[in-house]
């Protein structure tokens, strides 16, 4: 690393911990020529993804947008803020840990709405409701029967043994 004071490479670290948030290494290091102590940061390198619109625009992928449209959808539903942010993360790293540079917001679309099906189904109706773009009641109607008929398979299925 080099020092911003003499602009020698050699420096050795003094204190080494992670940031607040987590997301970065903060290094002080003491620069072996002048002595003087000064601070850097390392941080993941991400890859950035692009987000592959229905009209086929590619803009940057920005988890906020997929929080803002969770939020909409737990309006005045029991889902904690802390629920909605933990969903949102696991969303996210599922898009990273597909190691895709491209990604469409059907399949963004689809993973929130599995997330939600589990979390809120009130929610997940209302997101589907938007994200789908039901035309007509019939098509409405079609979500909830499968949304019913998934529930009633899960009643059906015996209770696992502990």
Known sequence: MKCRYCS???????????????????????CANCGRRFTTYE?????PILVVKRDGSREPFNSEKILAGVRKACEKRPV???????????????????LEQEVT??????????????LDEVAYV?????YRQFKDINTFMQELKALLGENEAKADRPAPKD
């Open 8 to 30: 020698c490479l050699e420096s050795r670290v003094v204190d080494s911990r992670p940031t607040e948030d987590g997301t970065a290494i903060r290094r002080r290091r003491e």
């Open 43 to 47: 941080k993941i390198e991400e890859i």
């Open 80 to 98: 904690s803020s802390l629920a909605q942010d933990q969903l949102v993360d696991d969303v996210t790293r599922e898009i990273f840990n597909s």
């Open 105 to 118: 917001t059907i399949k963004i679309g689809e993973m929130v709405m599995q997330h939600l099906r589990d």
């Open 126 to 130: 209302r997101f589907a409701s938007v």
